[in-house]
């Protein structure tokens, strides 16, 4: 099961690559991947993400793992969070 996922992120990387790559060649403009991604499930897709995405919403997953949270800092890939969603669905803040 574990090597067909990989295999479906190395063909979707590979698509978007090429996608990319001809209509940087033909002058079109391109488009950013922005995923939903790390609000819940595996930490491997914030991995995956990282590899594709110019952004991601949400990310509070990126807690579980410091050196993938470090690797989105050190490439300024930006994440949008929501507070309220988050704090009604996953986090609880403290008051």
Known sequence: MEIQIFVFYWRLL??????????LLQGLNTF??????????????LAVSFLLARGINHGINLALAPPLEYLY???QIGIAVSPLSNNALFLDYKR
Do not use: M, Q, W
Request: hydrophobic share 40%; net charge negative; aromatic share 14%.
């Open 73 to 75: 800092y050190l490439a």
């Open 14 to 23: 590979c698509f978007y690559l090429i996608i990319k790559i001809l209509t």
């Open 32 to 45: 950013d991947f922005r995923p939903h991604s790390g609000e819940a499930g595996n930490v491997d897709h």
